[in-house]
């Protein structure tokens, strides 16, 4: 048992510039820990106390775990500044990379922006027999990265100060930060990496390639939010949206000592479509076909916004360079990638009439069916152990959507009227990217677009449980972007 403390704390992400930081803190054998990356064993029960030492009302959300309507942290339990909440819950996910940040309502994209968000490994016997094979070591050869950009004040202090329009369009930053770190580089050795990304970012998503100078190298997603894949897909690109998780093999084998890699966001064309075409032009000079104008563009390695002429922000859709791979060590590795990585059942094609959610806006607000939250009304009643198939459908006239559901998984069906920039990541026919692939909670739905997925609504917890489906672009969800969704019997 561990108590987190959600808190402000001192904190330096801007060099030198010491500043405020709404964090979880865990006190742990005299150490002291700052969002830390909680790493459980399938099967384990947690029990954890939640001690609110914030001004306002919070809970955490444990985003992509399967638990009770109790443990799940909906907005319907928030807790008073200064009051606690316990969960216990015992772990039943599939091992992957999971995360925890807060879900008050209203105040859910102002808290986790101003830095309340980790990581949450879960592990299992068929994990560990990967870590085996590819010798790999969490935070030395597995290494968890959380993508977030904000924006900051003179002093350094984060600034979460969305307009009327930005609450429309989803809040982003100028600067883009890996585990709260500015312009992060990471040592390597000529072996495989593994990256567990997480896009922890409000609203931003990111086209998630490797780059040699001016060449994309390929890499292995193995794994997506609920675990590993059934075997590592190659690919050259992925679109990772806010929420969702990639879990990637990058091999260096053939690195020479002095060669850097860059993890890079490649431009692409946001199709903000909310307000008139205006928006979708500017942004689409950019180009869609992924090769940022130089290797170089989106360079954050001077500190200068990357991508951005100076006094601008950093647009939705820029370039961006991530993260630095610097190859500074040979070393003898012969990996044995197994063949398969994990037992993963074929998807199911149900013969079911499918449940429709709409995705609009009207009068400056993001509706699901024409709605938007109401925490009493629960319009999405399901069966217990029903398996449903959901047809997301966007509007034309819209934005992309990362669709989010609490306490169920999901495999993703089918994409129809996508856009052209999917097409290279694009690897079976039902229009699938990497990223759709194995178990979700998350799914991107961009404008125009329908998105099938098969919900399998089987879980241990009797009587009505209510839960959450919403936009994970945080300010559309603090915007009613969201629906309760109760479980019965
Ligand atoms: Cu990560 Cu309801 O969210
Ligand atoms: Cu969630
Ligand atoms: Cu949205």
Redesign the pocket.
Known sequence: PFTIVAKSVQHVILEGKPAPLLAYQVEQDGNTWINPVFRVRRGTTVRTKLWNALDESTII?W??LKVDANND?HPHYAIAAGATYDYQYSVINRAGTY?Y?P?PHEL?AKQAYLGMASLYIVEDDEEFALQRALDLKLGVTDIPLVIQDKKFDEQGRLVYAPSEEEKVNGYVGDTVLVNLTPRPHVNAATRLYRFRILNGSNARAYRLAFAQGDRQLEYAVIGTDGGLLDRPYPVKEAFLSP?ERLDVLLDLRRAAVGDAVILRSLAFDPMHAESGAGMAMDHGAMGSQGQSPSPHAGMAMDGQAPGASPGTALPDGAAIDLLRINVTSKTAYVPRVPATLSTLEPVKALDVTPREFLLDLKDGRWRINGKVFEMMKTPVVVKRGASEVWEIRNSERSMPHPM?L?GFLFRVLARTGSPEQLKGGVVNEQGLTATDLGWK??VLVWPGETVRVAVDFSHPYPGDQVY?F?C?NLEH?DQGM?INIKAQS
């Open positions: 959300h985003h992509g942290g995360w940040h879900h859910t929420g989010h609490h909670d998350t959450l919403h994970h969800e969201m």
